[in-house]
């Protein structure tokens, strides 16, 4: 049915796939070792990549990037060392003010936050901020938060006899407080989204 030709360019493909998956697999041990030996703790998005490759154009690229398999190498070496991995809830981190706690909405094509605080920084660094303070128990959990009807006069239709809805935080945190490390010298914290 299939030519001599297909075959070998079939085993050729299967070489090269498999040489890019053991680049990627080492890429991710050598990235886990060194975030291990600067941190005691780190702390992580638990991201559902699976669910979040079905829908939308990054599905591809969600997959080669390999988060969970990334992640449970972490765990692993940390656990060798002695350190520890918490992986915290990714419910509304890009959405929340770090300086203040306040809900505010942006696309994903919003690159920058900007509150009414005065608290100005990139989307990025904001959600980071927001993920360590989760991981290091400063913040509220995510399922304090509760969906709040929009006003009558902003409300967009999602369809029949649905609106939109936002979240509004019940707690605050204002203060960030530095949590003592256990080792010596080994007193930070860095949390996925720095990265």
Known sequence: MFGSNWRKAKARLAKHELNISRQRKEFHHQTAATIVKQYDKVVVEDLKPAGMAQGGLLGKQINDAGWTGFINI???????????VVRVDPAYTSQLCSGCGSFVMKKLRDRVHKCKCG??????????????????????PCGSYEPKKAASSN????????????PQPRAVVKNIAKKPSSKVGRSQTVSQSAF
């Open 74 to 84: 972490l765990e692993q070496k940390a656990k060798k060392v002695g350190g520890e």
């Open 119 to 140: 608290l100005t920084k990139d989307r990025d660094l904001n959600a980071s901020k927001n993920i360590l303070e989760r991981g290091l128990g400063l913040a509220q």
């Open 155 to 166: 409300r967009r239709s999602r369809g029949p006899g649905r609106e939109e809805v936002r």
